[in-house]
């Protein structure tokens, strides 16, 4: 027991210090975004629709990398946050107490839409 807290403990370290890159990479492309903005306040130029278009997609997607491993990071540490109420529990919970969301069916589906993210990696 003691091995696996302390494996997963490093693995959630190494989870962290990525998902701390690819907010720094979200940083970079709102930045992006905004001096594009900037200089094409109204957005007329083609190119400046083009990479807008570009950087909200690569967006779309970091965002949803970080999400997945946010939620790997609490499944580690044995916690889930509620999907109704945002509240974070611990997965052996039934029922949420702050709303009666029922969080073990929530378990079971996250569970397994991870190991479906998992295969298609």
Known sequence: MATRKSQDAIEVNK??????????????LYESIGEKVFRDPAIEQPETRNHINAQVHALQHLHRQMNDLKIKILLLK????????GKVHAVTIKFCPDCGNNIADLVKRTMKNMAIEDQKE
């Open 15 to 28: 989870m962290n210090t990525q998902l701390k890159k690819w907010e720094a990479d979200a940083d970079k």
């Open 78 to 85: 044995d916690l889930i946050e509620c999907d109704s109420c």
